[in-house]
């Protein structure tokens, strides 16, 4: 026979009923939204994931004391706010390239990898589906998980980017946050003034992207794939805008313009024609693409996942993360075999 816990904290049979739901009842419809707003507070999905364990761990060792001041899903995301926080001190912000302040690489020079610094990583869209019901709720947290934005996220000190998430992305009043992170309603006004003056200057907003594709931007991904695949410079080019960004965690760079990326992809980049097929996959709420590498057998193995931000129909931006750890964590196949993509 099951055993519950009632609000008093008294085991009670699982025949006995309550007025209380039992902890996985009242709380594991919120995962996938704590999931979200653990990886805007880290910048990393897998840390991410293990602070949501260690919220609801926290979290059922206190439900008996539970009093429903508040509704359960504000209760956990005042404990996930707080587990963030504690884990993110005295750690370094997790950037992209483009925010560790360098200018922009000449991409006739030698790529540069630094394992020193603690990149940010991409999300898998099923792990940050919005499980909220309110429309308005979903647009926001949907946008608000959009790689710019959590890039930005990153330069804000700890207690500002929780400040700017529970007011902006969940809508919080002041006092609901000044309670979550005892602290004053005067402070926290402050804390999210300079937190939005700080991404004024990065020119991020959450809804400065659009969140769906119509059919023309299909068209330029399914293009893009192509291009890759040929490895037709000039087609790559011809689908970026003229100021697009390129960037490739671990290495320190990042490049500047569709003719200095074409340069990168021409002369950096190993692969041949029919030598790098590209998976489908989605990222932050952006198009994604698994980027395998043809091997001397003539299989293919995971090179990069690049995370595509558009402007229309064009690629504004792309992020290849070189990390081929990643492809597990979404999904993708650890290899493809040789004869993949003959047809293509």
């Known amino acids: 026979m099951t055993q519950v816990r009632d609000r008093r904290g008294l085991e009670t049979a699982d025949d006995v009923t309550s007025e209380v739901p039992d902890f996985p009842e009242a709380t594991d419809g919120f995962r996938r939204e704590l999931t979200a707003h653990c990886y805007r507070m880290t910048g990393s999905i897998h840390d991410a994931e293990d602070l949501v364990q260690e919220t609801y761990l926290r979290a059922w060792r206190a439900y008996a ?168 410079i000039s087609a790559i080019v011809s689908m970026l805008t003229r100021d697009a960004v390129w960037e490739m965690p671990p290495f320190t760079g990042w490049y500047l313009g569709a003719h200095n990326i074409g340069r990168l992809i021409d002369t950096q980049c190993p692969g041949g024609q029919h030598d790098m097929p590209m998976v489908t996959t989605r990222a932050n709420g952006q198009p994604a693409f698994g980027l395998y590498m043809r091997q001397a057998d003539g299989t293919f193995e995971p090179f990069h996942l690049q995370v595509l931000t558009l402007d229309g129909t064009r690629v504004s931006h792309v992020a290849a993360f070189f990390d081929p750890a990643l492809f597990a964590t979404f999904g993708l196949p650890a290899s493809l075999p040789a004869d993949y993509g003959r047809e293509t």
């Open 65 to 232: 004391a539970f009093e429903g001041r508040s509704s359960v899903r504000t209760w956990l995301y005042r404990i996930a706010t707080n587990v963030c926080l504690t884990a993110l001190e005295g750690k370094d912000r997790r950037p992209l390239p483009t925010g560790l302040g360098a200018p922009a690489s000449d991409p006739g020079e030698a790529v540069i990898e630094s394992a020193e610094v603690s990149w940010l990583e991409p999300a898998p869209d099923p792990l940050l589906a919005a499980e909220a019901t309110d429309p308005a709720t979903i647009v926001a947290q949907r946008e608000s998980i959009r790689l710019a934005f959590v890039a930005a996220l990153q330069h804000l000190p700890a207690r500002q980017r929780a400040v700017l998430i529970l007011r902006d992305v969940l809508r919080w009043k002041a006092s609901e946050v000044a309670q979550a992170l005892e602290s004053s309603e005067a402070a926290v006004n402050s804390a999210l003034q300079r937190a939005h003056a700080q991404l004024a200057k990065a020119n991020v907003t959450q809804d400065s992207v659009d969140t769906d594709l119509d059919a023309a931007q299909q068209v330029l991904l399914d293009r893009y794939v192509k291009a890759f695949w040929e490895k037709d």
